[in-house]
């Protein structure tokens, strides 16, 4: 079976620009959640998608945004990028909420570079 | 609030000996508890979790971690490291009374030598 694939692999723009990342669940999954892993921290959650609707939100600024389609894949936007947004974006995908005993199961990622 | 703290940023072992990789959380509620593994350019890999069942708990690849509620520990040990075992290792709390994002530590590296 197919994991979770997210596109582009590698991405780089320039300050003010804006970039839509992808994410594609595993099949059967209802869940996408997105996270921004910067060079030597942990992942840092942004967003979750369940059944097309946003069900949580990290701390992030207005300028990020998601959504997430009927065949339940995702996008993420960013707006007026800004160097501080270069990281390594990570989607996660699970059959429900991922509460309790459900696991998350990550994708590659998506590196940006913002120059 | 919901945070993790891996005590370690570093780890250095010899191939053979064991590993401990230290963990320490707070949750204001019965969390979930998980152990990630991140190769170089590779995305992360779910090495075990604890939700609440047998406090022992073993996952792949010969890990394994131990949930201590008194001490708010969730160490991951292996008895015998392996040079293919370096990689970074992340600790991560969910607080289910809190919502469903993942709380993740700052990791662990963990490097093997001959």
């Known amino acids: 079976d197919a994991g979770v694939t997210q596109s582009p692999t590698h991405l780089i723009k320039t300050r003010g620009q804006h970039v839509t990342l992808r994410c594609s669940p595993i099949?059967?999954?209802?869940?996408v959640s997105w996270y921004q892993q910067v060079l030597g921290q942990g992942p840092q959650f942004i967003f979750q998608y369940y059944e097309k609707e946003e069900r949580g939100r990290g701390n992030f600024p207005d300028r990020f945004s998601a959504r997430q389609f009927p065949n339940y894949s995702s996008e993420l936007n960013v707006n007026a990028l800004l160097l501080g947004d270069s990281a390594l974006y990570l989607c996660?995908?699970?059959?429900?909420?991922?509460?309790?005993?459900?696991?998350?199961?990550f994708g590659p990622g998506t590196r940006l570079l913002v120059l | 609030a919901q945070s993790v703290t891996q005590l370690d940023s570093h780890v250095s072992v010899s191939e053979g000996t064991p590993v401990l990789l230290r963990c320490n959380y707070s949750?204001?509620?019965?969390?979930?508890l998980f152990w990630y593994v991140q190769h170089p350019n590779k995305g992360l890999q779910l090495l075990l979790k604890?939700?609440?069942?047998?406090?022992l708990v073993k996952g792949i690849n010969g890990f394994e971690a131990e949930f201590k509620k008194s001490e708010t520990s969730f160490h991951l040990t292996k008895p015998s490291a392996h040079m293919s075992d370096a990689a970074e290792y992340f600790c991560v709390v969910r607080d289910n009374q809190a919502g469903t994002a993942l709380i993740f530590g700052k990791g662990t590296t963990l490097s093997v030598s001959s």
């Open positions: 996660a995908s699970s059959p429900g909420l991922a509460l309790y005993q459900e696991t998350q199961y």
């Open positions: 604890y939700t609440s069942a047998a406090t």
């Open positions: 949750s204001s509620y019965s969390p979930s």
């Open positions: 099949s059967g999954h209802k869940s």
